[in-house]
């Protein structure tokens, strides 16, 4: 029998920051709504504070019940209370929750609201999920519970969960352990002379032999590097195979461990002699993801460092590539998703200055003409000095 990964200390933990987090923006209830069951997930915040994670696929939702809700979930706070789980299903495993408080049934906006009436809430509530929860879902909810006034907090949970526990640095530990060795077999694949497609699938190998969850495998080779993602974006690896002397680019990115996401990106030659020009491109773009890796530490703004990947993408010159016009970044946070900081110039969230015991990444992406698009992203733990790498691939293989 599958057992919890974190102790339950870590759990009531968990509880005792977010509450107080709670009582700082003078609240006293709070419903904090996830998604699970789908490639496109919000589950973050249930599973952080009860291990809940729904595998309802969410197809079902308008055909069997408009109202159903499939695949939602929630955790209903209050102070001075032990958090109450809404779940989706009327059948769950005691053994791997972190609270003995439940209630659950195939229609979650229905128990929501009968929970509400049997425990007298009324009144301000706080409520975290307007970036997923459907609309129609929410007027149902607010039918429901007319003597609620609804207040929307989306960072209240999120807002804790960017400073990493001991028990969350090591899952992030073994998840930097599996990324990188399926980016070792994906790289080494590509080099064998197997096609993009073999080679997703010897990462996706590795990472489903230890229980971790790909959301995207990237791969893509050749000079339209600069102009494409990928050939083929509804997989995002092709059937082709990449040819002696060609660039390939792989970003291997998902659930590596107990949710924790990590997404570490890789340029390489096959057969690993690059021309000139090859070299300079490929090595210029690892070079500023290690510069700007190795000025993080605790009290760096991300202004810092967005100053140290502008001055180097100048001095490299070349030409703009999707990547790079898609995300104008240098890097964010990491943690059940993406977390802040984002390092960006266009971020304007509160979260700009690094902490310890955060989780993060540096990237960038450079381009020249008719050559193609190089790519690197490293995965690291924030420390007292500087940084703990996660991602151990090589960044480059001459």
């Known amino acids: 029998m599958q057992k919890p990964y974190f102790s339950q200390d870590e759990y009531e933990h968990r509880w ?25 997930e919000r589950f973050q915040d249930v599973f952080y504070l009860t291990n809940y994670y ?13 109202y159903r809700a499939a695949a939602h979930c929630a955790v209903l706070l209050r102070r001075g209370h032990e958090p109450v789980l809404i779940a989706d299903d009327d059948w769950w495993n005691p053994e791997l929750l972190a609270t003995d408080h439940i209630v659950g049934s195939f229609d979650v906006i229905e128990t929501t609201a009968n929970l509400f009436r049997d425990l007298g809430i009324s009144g301000a509530v706080a409520m975290s999920g307007s970036g997923f929860l459907g609309l129609k879902y929410f007027q149902r909810l607010q039918e429901l519970l007319p003597d609620v006034e609804w207040n929307f907090h989306d ?11 001991d028990q969350e640095l090591e899952a992030f530990r073994e998840g930097g352990e599996t990324v990188s060795r399926a980016m070792n077999a994906l790289l080494s694949a590509l080099h ?16 489903y032999g230890n229980c971790g969850q790909v959301n995207l495998i990237l791969i893509h080779h050749g000079p339209d590097t600069a102009e494409e993602l990928t050939d083929n974006p509804i997989a995002g690896y092709s059937s082709d195979t ?8 792989a970003w291997v990115y998902g659930a590596m461990f107990q949710g924790y996401w990590l997404d570490p990106g890789r340029t390489t030659v096959i057969g690993r002699k690059p021309s000139a020009e090859q070299r300079r491109l490929i090595e210029a773009c690892a070079n500023i993801v290690t510069a700007l890796m190795d000025a993080i530490r605790p009290g760096v703004h991300i202004g810092e460092i967005c100053a140290i990947g502008d001055r180097m993408r100048e001095e490299f010159g070349g030409v703009e590539d999707q990547m790079s016009h898609r995300w104008p970044l240098y ?5 059940l998703f993406w977390d802040p900081p984002f390092i960006s110039h266009l971020y304007s969230g509160k979260h700009k200055v690094f902490k310890k015991n955060m989780v993060a990444s540096t990237e960038t992406f450079l381009a020249l003409p008719g050559i193609g698009g190089a790519g690197f992203e490293q995965n690291f733990i924030v420390t007292d000095d500087g940084v703990e790498l996660l991602t151990t691939t090589p960044m480059l293989e001459w």
Do not use: C, F
């Not at 960072?155 to 526990?165: A, E, F, G, N, Y």
């Not at 064998?192 to 990472?207: L, N, Q, T, W």
């Open 242 to 249: 990449p040819t002696t002397g060609e660039i390939a680019r």
């Open 16 to 40: 005792v920051r977010v509450h107080a987090e709670m009582e700082d923006r003078g609240l006293d209830s709070a419903l904090i709504w996830s998604r699970g069951g789908g490639t496109y």
């Open 155 to 165: 960072d209240l949970v999120s807002d804790v969960r960017i400073i990493k526990s």
């Open 192 to 207: 064998a002379g197997k096609s993009e497609s073999e080679a997703a699938g010897e990462a996706a190998r590795v990472v």
């Open 331 to 335: 890097g964010h946070g990491n943690g």
């Open 54 to 66: 729904s595998t309802q696929s969410g197809a079902a939702e308008d055909i069997l019940d408009s």
